[in-house]
T-cell receptor
């Protein structure tokens, strides 16, 4: 079955530091890949996505590239802000014949804390 | 546009009691989902519905039931709550032909 593995957290950075959160996946076929963000006390919001190999998703300064050869979708940001403090989830959808109608498989989440 | 609303925001429940978590969306999405979020485990799918009148089991369906009488509402019922069902529950929806899911604010449930 499908699975997603994220780097262990929590991650603590100073403002303006470079961020990488690793994500690798296991799936058959050609899944779509996502990063969701959860701010304190809120539900999940889509941060970015990529639907095919070599696609780069980007939003709010965050980027991730769909690497089929390494089955990875690492999240990066060049200069983090205090407001980026949140929990980040990598997820995949489909991949097994495309019949999942968007059912998501999530990683365990990575807590990011950014200090001034 | 409200998106997805969930009720209640939080609830403390005695073990053995019946509880229904409510979820309503106003985006006319065909597909809806229920997840539970537990520390270190991410989100796990409980049940889903691809369209009104149909439901399916997710990864952790035991002890939960759902119904989808119309497009907008997707209630989750715990017939006889147990402490292991203490969790934060999220409802989500997506357009049938797209795969971006939109999440509600969650319900924090504590079963004692």
């Amino acid at each position: 079955g499908n699975s997603v593995t994220q780097m262990e957290g929590p991650v603590t950075l100073s403002e303006e530091a470079f961020l990488t959160i690793n994500c690798t996946y296991t799936a058959t076929g050609y899944p779509s890949l996502f990063w969701y963000v959860q701010y304190p006390g809120e539900g999940l919001q889509l941060l970015l996505k990529a639907t095919k190999a070599d696609d780069k998703g980007s939003n709010k300064g965050f980027e991730a590239t769909y690497r089929k050869e390494t089955t990875s979708f690492h999240l990066e940001k060049g200069s983090v802000q205090v407001s980026d403090s949140a929990v980040y989830f990598c997820a995949l959808s489909g991949g097994a014949g495309g019949t999942s109608y968007g059912k998501l498989t999530f990683g365990q989440g990575t807590i990011l804390t950014v200090h001034p | 546009i409200a998106g997805i609303t969930q009720a209640p925001t939080s609830q403390i429940l005695a073990a053995g009691r019946r509880m229904t978590l409510r979820c309503t969306q106003d985006m006319r999405h065909n597909a809806m989902y229920w997840y539970r979020q537990d520390l270190g485990l991410g989100l796990r799918l409980i049940h889903y519905s691809n369209t009104a009148g149909t439901t399916g089991k997710g990864e952790v369906p035991d002890g939960y039931s759902v119904s989808r009488a119309n497009t907008d509402d997707f209630p989750l019922t715990l017939a006889s709550a147990v402490p292991s069902q203490t969790s934060v529950y999220f409802c989500a929806s997506s357009d049938r032909w797209a795969d971006t899911q939109y999440f509600g604010p969650g319900t924090r449930l504590t079963v004692l």
